[in-house]
C-alpha cells in the first residue's frame, strides 16, 4: 500500500500560472527568496527607532521567514507551518479535550504560547476565547490563534528569540512573533492546494488567493482570502470485531452497517472548513503623511469527534463508558460518537496614520479585535432527561475582546558618538474583555430521570439510578458558570540606542503598565548590546525583566464538566467543577486573587559571518516566577475526599465530585541554546544550494512550588501533582534538529528537510505508569519545474517515509492510546499534497 501511494504522489502535480508582467519576478523566485532571508534583510520588530537594523547587526536573535518559505513546507496553517520551520516551536498531536483539541495548544523554548507575544504589522493581536482547560500541555493557556490570519496575506514573519516586556508590554517572554502583511501594489495570486494521508485519510483541500491594486498616489490596497477543508483521521488500533452482542454465538445482523473503529478522536478528531480574509491598506495624504489600515476576518465551522460511548449492560465487549448509566438504550443502542461543535467568528481592524511632527516620526493607531465562538454538541444527550432527551444542543458561547490604542514618537540625536542616537516614546492603552454566555437549559440541567428498575440488563444494572445531569462528554455552561469580566491597561515606554563606538551597539528600554484589575502596576526593563569583535565577527547579549498578565479567562473562566482522569493505569470518571479565582468556593479553598508572573531573561550569543556563510549561536536562560497554573481535582478520594466536597457545599456547590482553579503555583528556570547555520553554494553546472541546519535545546526545571494555603493546611491535599509537575518538564521534546536543502537550476528545484524530534515522556501520577517516547527522524520533501514563464508544476510530502512514534502507549478499550497523545510530529504518519496556482 505505502508504495503505491508514493508512486501516486511522484505522480502528483501542481502547476502555477504567472502573467507575462511577472515572469521576470517569478522566474527568479529562489533567488529572491534567498535574497528575503539574507543578513541584509531589514527588520523592524524590536527596534523601535528610525534607525533601521538587519539580521546580522542584531543584538538579539531574530529570524525572517519570507513567503516561499512558508509555502514549501506544504502546510497550511500558521502553527503548523512555523513548528515545521522554527526549532525552539512544538505542538503536541493532542493538546486534551474539549476545545484544547480544536484550538492546539503551542509551546516555545519549552514554554506555553502565552509566554510568546505576537504582533500584525507590529500591532498587537487578540487572543483566543477558548481556554485550554483540559489540555496536559500549556494548560490553561489562552494564547493568540494565528491560524486564523490568511496564510496568502503574509509578507513575511520576523521572529524575535529574545524577552521584549520592555517594548511591547505583557506576554513577551519568550518571543515576539510579528505577522507583517502583503503589501505589494501589483498583481495577484491564486492558488489550489490538495492531499490527504497516506493511509488514516484525512483529505485536505484549500484555496488561497490575493490582489493588489495602487492606491492614491503611492499608496495600495492588497486583499487576501483563504478557504480550507480538513478532514479528521483515525490512528486507532485494530478495529473491534463486534459493536453488537453475540446472537447464538454468531454476529448480529446489524454488524453490516455499524462503525467498527471507534475511536473517532484519536488522531487529527476534527472536521475543518475554514475561511481567512484580510486586507492591507495604505494611502498617502501629504508629502510627509501616510494613512493606513488592515484587517483579518475569519470563520471557522469545527466538528470535534471525542470518545465512543457504549452500554456494558447490553453486552457490548465490555466497551462502556465509565458512567454506564449514562447511556441510554433506548436512544443509542450500539453506543455513539460524540461531536463537539465550534462555530467561530474571529475578526480585527487597525486604523492609523504616520506623518512627521518637527523632528518626531509620529505614530497614532487604534485596533479593535474579537473571538466570538459558538459551542455546541451533537449525536449526544442528556441521560437525565430520559429517553426524551435530544440529541444535538447549543451549550453557550465564549467571547474575547481587545482594544488598543498607541501613539509612538521617535526621533534622533546628534551626540556625537559613532552614529545616531535614537530615541522612542510611546504611550498605549488597552482595554480587553471576557465572556462566557449560558447555553440552553437542556445542555447542564437535571432532568430528574430515574433508570427503571425493569427485565433488561441495562434496567437490572442500572435501574433505580439517577444519570449525571449535563451532557455526556460535554457540558453546557450554566447561568451560574457564565460571566463577564473587563479591564483597562495603560502603559508608557522609553528607548534608547546607539551605536556608542564603531562596532559596538547599547540599547535600553523601559516600559510601565497599570492594571485596573488584580494585575496591578508593573515594570520591565531591557539591556542589549552587540560588539563585533572583528569583521564578520561579533558577540551580542542583553539582560530583561518581563511580566504576563494573568488573562481574564484565567481569572473568570468557570464550567461543570464530565471528564475522565487516569489515576495509575484506571480511568475516573468524575464530575468536576472549575471554579473562577475570585468566587466564595475557590477562595474557601485558599484561592487568591491572580497576580503577573514576572520573568528575569539573560541571553548572550554569538555570529560569525562570511560571504555566503552565516553561523548564530545564543544561549538563555528564563525565570518565571508565580507561574500560573491549574491546581489538581481536589476532592477526589486520594486528595482531600469528603473535606473538600464538605467545603464545596458550605459554598453553594452541590453535585460535583472534585475542583480545580488556577493559582500562582510554582517558580520555573528554563535554559537552552539556539544553534542556526546557512550556507549558500553557488555553481555553474549544479544550480544554487541553499544549505540550512539549525538545533534547539532547552530544559525546564521547578524552582519552587508553594505550600497548601491555610485553608488546605490540614488537609491531605495536593495542589500541584506529579503528572503536572511531569509535563512541564518532559511532556515535550528537549531537542529539536532541522537539516534543510534548497536546490534551483534552470526551471527546477527542490525542497528537502529532515527534522530530529527528541524524546518525550507522557507521565502519570504513579512513576510505573509512565511511557516515554523515543527519538524519531521526520522527513519531508518538495520537487518543482518551471514549464515556461507562466506554468510550474510542484509536489511535495509531509513525513515522507511515514513514521510514527513509538508503540508505547496504554491503548483504551475504543483503540486510542496506542501512540500516546503527546507526538509533536502527529500520530497518522505520512501526508502527501499538490498545488495549482496562478499568479496574474
Do not use: C
Not at 117 to 131: A, E, F, P, Q, Y
Not at 734 to 749: D, E, G, M, Q
Not at 767 to 789: F, H, I, M, N
Amino acid at each position: 500500500m505505502k508504495n503505491i501511494v508514493i508512486a501516486g504522489f511522484l505522480a502528483s502535480v501542481s502547476i502555477i500560472a504567472v502573467s507575462p508582467a511577472r515572469a521576470e519576478e517569478v522566474a527568479d523566485a529562489t533567488a529572491s527568496t534567498a535574497a528575503e532571508a539574507d543578513a541584509g534583510a531589514i527588520v523592524v520588530t524590536g527596534a523601535r527607532g528610525r534607525i533601521q537594523r538587519s539580521v546580522a547587526d542584531s543584538p538579539v536573535p531574530i529570524d525572517v521567514i519570507s513567503p516561499q518559505e512558508l509555502k514549501n513546507t506544504g502546510r497550511t496553517g500558521l502553527k503548523e507551518i512555523l513548528g515545521n520551520i522554527i526549532p525552539s516551536l512544538s505542538m503536541p498531536a493532542l493538546g486534551g479535550g474539549g476545545t484544547s483539541a480544536s484550538v492546539r495548544p503551542i509551546s516555545i523554548r519549552g514554554l506555553s504560547g502565552d509566554y510568546v507575544l505576537v504582533l500584525v504589522n507590529g500591532k498587537r493581536r487578540h487572543t483566543t476565547s477558548l481556554i485550554n482547560n483540559l489540555s496536559r500541555i500549556s494548560g490553561g493557556s489562552t494564547p493568540v490563534d494565528i491560524d486564523l490570519i490568511p496564510t496568502s496575506a503574509v509578507g513575511r514573519i520576523e521572529v524575535l528569540r529574545d524577552g521584549a516586556a520592555a517594548q511591547y508590554g505583557s506576554d513577551a517572554i519568550s518571543g515576539v512573533i510579528n505577522i507583517i502583511l502583503d503589501n505589494s501594489p501589483h498583481g495577484g495570486e491564486l492558488s489550489v492546494t490538495g492531499g490527504q494521508l497516506y493511509e488514516k485519510g484525512g483529505a485536505l483541500a484549500q484555496v488561497a488567493g490575493s490582489y493588489g491594486a495602487p492606491l492614491g498616489d503611492g499608496g495600495f490596497a492588497r486583499f487576501s482570502i483563504e478557504a480550507k477543508y480538513h478532514d479528521r483521521a483515525d490512528s486507532s488500533a485494530e478495529p473491534i470485531p463486534y459493536v453488537y452482542p453475540l446472537v447464538n454465538g454468531q454476529p448480529d445482523p446489524r454488524e453490516a452497517d455499524a462503525d467498527h473503529l471507534i475511536a473517532g478522536g484519536y488522531g487529527r478528531s476534527n472536521r475543518d472548513k475554514i475561511v481567512d480574509t484580510s486586507y492591507n491598506a495604505e494611502l498617502p495624504v501629504g508629502e510627509d503623511t501616510t494613512l493606513y489600515s488592515f484587517s483579518t476576518l475569519s470563520y471557522r465551522n469545527i466538528k470535534d469527534a471525542r470518545g465512543a460511548y457504549f452500554a456494558a449492560a447490553t453486552g457490548y465487549n465490555g466497551l462502556a463508558n465509565s458512567s454506564g448509566a449514562s447511556v441510554l438504550p433506548q436512544l443509542y443502542p450500539a453506543g455513539f460518537q460524540a461531536y463537539r461543535r465550534i462555530w467561530e467568528w474571529d475578526w480585527q481592524t487597525a486604523v492609523g496614520l504616520r506623518t512627521q511632527f518637527g523632528e518626531w516620526s509620529l505614530d497614532l493607531s487604534t485596533s479593535y479585535g474579537r473571538d466570538n465562538v459558538k459551542l455546541g454538541a451533537e449525536n449526544t444527550l442528556n441521560p437525565s432527561l430520559g429517553p426524551d432527551s435530544k440529541s444535538s444542543f447549543f451549550m453557550g458561547r465564549q467571547k474575547q475582546d481587545l482594544w488598543v490604542s498607541n501613539l509612538d514618537l521617535s526621533r534622533e540625536l546628534d551626540l556625537g558618538l559613532a552614529g545616531p542616537l535614537s530615541l522612542s516614546l510611546g504611550a498605549e492603552q488597552r482595554w480587553e474583555r471576557f465572556q462566557n454566555i449560558a447555553g440552553e437549559p437542556d445542555s447542564y440541567r437535571d432532568g430528574g430521570y430515574v433508570i427503571p428498575l425493569d427485565s433488561t440488563p441495562f434496567g437490572q444494572l442500572y435501574g433505580g439510578r439517577s444519570p449525571s445531569p449535563g451532557l455526556v462528554s460535554f457540558t453546557g455552561t450554566s447561568p451560574a458558570d457564565a460571566t463577564s469580566i473587563s479591564r483597562n491597561n495603560l502603559a508608557a515606554y522609553a528607548d534608547v540606542s546607539a551605536d556608542v563606538m564603531p562596532g559596538w551597539f547599547v540599547g535600553v528600554a523601559g516600559r510601565f503598565e497599570h492594571y485596573s484589575d488584580s494585575a496591578g502596576n508593573t515594570f520591565s526593563a531591557k539591556a542589549s548590546t552587540r560588539i563585533e569583535l572583528a569583521k564578520g565577527l561579533a558577540l551580542r547579549g542583553g539582560v530583561n525583566t518581563g511580566f504576563r498578565a494573568p488573562s481574564l479567562a484565567q481569572t473568570a473562566f468557570s464550567t461543570t464538566q464530565n471528564t475522565v482522569t487516569v489515576i495509575g493505569d484506571e480511568r475516573v470518571s468524575t464530575v468536576s467543577k472549575f471554579l473562577p479565582v475570585n468566587s466564595a468556593a475557590a477562595i474557601a479553598l485558599g484561592a487568591k486573587p491572580l497576580k503577573p508572573e514576572k520573568s528575569l531573561n539573560f541571553t548572550a550569543g554569538v555570529t560569525y559571518e562570511t560571504g555566503p556563510f552565516r553561523l548564530t549561536i545564543d544561549a538563555y536562560q528564563i525565570r518565571i516566577d508565580d507561574r500560573i497554573v491549574k491546581t489538581e481535582f481536589l476532592g477526589t478520594a486520594s486528595n482531600g475526599g469528603a473535606a473538600i466536597k464538605d467545603i464545596l457545599v458550605e459554598n453553594g456547590i452541590d453535585d460535583v465530585d472534585s475542583a480545580q482553579f488556577f493559582t500562582n503555583a510554582i517558580d520555573t528556570r528554563t535554559r537552552g541554546v539556539d544553534v542556526v547555520g546557512e550556507y549558500t553554494l553557488d555553481t555553474a553546472s549544479l544550480g544554487t544550494f541553499r544549505l540550512n541546519a539549525a538545533y534547539s535545546y532547552n530544559k525546564t526545571k521547578i524552582l519552587h512550588v508553594i505550600d497548601n494555603p491555610e485553608e488546605l493546611s490540614d488537609l491531605n491535599v495536593t495542589l500541584f501533582g506529579r503528572q503536572a509537575q511531569r509535563d512541564l518538564v518532559a511532556a515535550l521534546p528537549r531537542s529539536k534538529v532541522v537539516l534543510s536543502n534548497t536546490w534551483s537550476l534552470a526551471k527546477f528545484r527542490a525542497l528537502a528537510r529532515v527534522t530530529r524530534y527528541g524524546k518525550y515522556t507522557e507521565s502519570s501520577n504513579v512513576a510505573a505508569s509512565d511511557r516515554t517516547y523515543g527519538a524519531k527522524w521526520v522527513a519531508d520533501a518538495e520537487v518543482g519545474y518551471q514549464l515556461t514563464d507562466n506554468l510550474d508544476i510542484a509536489v511535495g510530502a509531509n513525513n515522507l517515509f511515514d513514521a510514527y512514534p513509538d508503540r508505547n502507549g496504554t491503548v483504551a478499550a475504543d483503540g486510542s492510546g496506542l501512540y500516546g497523545n503527546f507526538a509533536p510530529f502527529g500520530l497518522s504518519g505520512g501526508f502527501y499534497y499538490a498545488r495549482l496556482g496562478a499568479k496574474f
